[in-house]
């Protein structure tokens, strides 16, 4: 793994592309909605490896690993929590072989559902379940870890801590929040990146936010908190259900670079999409901001 001072040196040229989304993708390409993702991927290895060769084609130079929910609790569902370090080394694997170039992330999301309280013994649950996994992406080789679509600053810590525990370097943290920049539990999400950073965050931000014209402003929020890497990841607006069942997103390929162009003068470095977000989109953006 890199270091965090291995990793800012590796950004340091200038802005950053990250990938878009992968679920949503693989959902348009036949993955059955409500299954796990991860065993998904698993027996269909071309369909992710296809997409995210072409977001390495589209200018993405970190790609996200389809780790978002492999971790153990949530694997339980189809009986492979037993096996969730090999689940997350298989797939960042997976992800080395189809974009050998690219740095890698293993992503890691909310347990919220899992917890009805923040009470000390959750918190242990989330610790060793975020070790489990981590463990596991360690052991695949991923360059960084990639918390995001966080809800809770306890998640968060928890993940930092888990992080420690496993010795992991780099690791960034985003949030899904409102655009005017609170968490959908009411806390203001500024000074919880600044803890982050503080307690050695490598980059942090937001993602799943509907992008629209205040994402630029939520940015410039957020910039006056933190001094380190600031991530934009918005969705790519507001989705509407189709006849077919799946959420289909509104605004197309410019509108969503010009977006993310506004976000990078704000003073967001490392840039990418998040649901409906297509390699189009990746290609769109740095089009306009390279």
């Known amino acids: 793994m890199l270091t965090k001072a291995a990793f800012h040196e590796k950004i340091s040229a200038g802005l950053r592309f990250l990938d878009g989304a992968t679920g949503s993708n693989l959902l348009l390409a036949g993955m059955p909605k409500g299954c796990c993702a991860e065993e998904w991927v698993l027996a269909h290895p071309?369909?992710?490896?296809?997409?995210?060769?072409?977001?390495?084609?589209?200018?993405?130079?970190?790609?996200?690993?389809p780790t978002f929910q492999a971790q153990p609790l949530a694997l339980e569902r189809v009986n492979l929590q037993n096996q969730a370090e090999t689940v997350n080394a298989h797939l960042v694997a997976l992800t080395r072989s189809a974009?050998?170039?690219?740095?890698?992330?293993?992503?890691?999301?909310?347990?919220?559902?899992?917890?009805?309280?923040?009470?000390?013994?959750?918190?242990?649950?989330?610790?060793?379940?975020?070790?489990?996994?981590?463990?596991?992406?360690?052991?695949?080789?991923?360059?960084?870890?990639?918390?995001?679509?966080?809800?809770?600053?306890?998640?968060?810590?928890?993940?930092?801590?888990?992080?420690?525990?496993?010795?992991?370097?780099?690791?960034?943290?985003?949030?899904?929040?409102?655009?005017?920049?609170?968490?959908?539990?009411?806390?203001?999400?500024?000074?919880i990146l600044k803890e982050l950073e503080h307690a050695g965050a490598s980059a942090v931000g937001f993602n799943c936010v509907a992008a629209d014209e205040l994402t630029p402003s939520l940015v410039s929020r957020l910039r006056r908190y933190v001094e380190i890497p600031l991530i934009?990841?918005?969705?790519?607006?507001?989705?509407?259900?189709?006849?077919?069942?799946?959420?289909?997103?509104?605004?197309?390929?410019e509108q969503f670079a010009r977006l993310l162009s506004d976000c990078a003068a704000m003073g967001a470095s490392l840039l990418g999409g998040c649901c409906g977000t297509t390699p189009e989109y990746i290609a769109a953006a740095k089009a306009i901001l390279q």
């Open 46 to 65: 071309e369909v992710l490896v296809s997409l995210q060769r072409r977001y390495a084609k589209a200018g993405s130079q970190i790609i996200y690993a």
């Open 232 to 253: 934009a990841k918005p969705n790519a607006g507001v989705p509407v259900i189709g006849t077919d069942g799946l959420a289909h997103y509104q605004m197309d390929a």
């Open 99 to 191: 974009v050998p170039g690219c740095l890698v992330a293993g992503d890691i999301t909310t347990l919220a559902a899992y917890c009805d309280s923040w009470d000390a013994a959750n918190f242990d649950l989330l610790v060793e379940n975020y070790r489990r996994q981590i463990r596991g992406l360690i052991d695949g080789g991923v360059d960084l870890l990639a918390a995001e679509t966080l809800l809770y600053p306890q998640e968060a810590e928890a993940i930092l801590t888990a992080a420690e525990l496993e010795g992991a370097g780099a690791a960034t943290y985003t949030f899904t929040m409102q655009s005017d920049g609170c968490l959908f539990s009411g806390a203001e999400a500024g000074p």
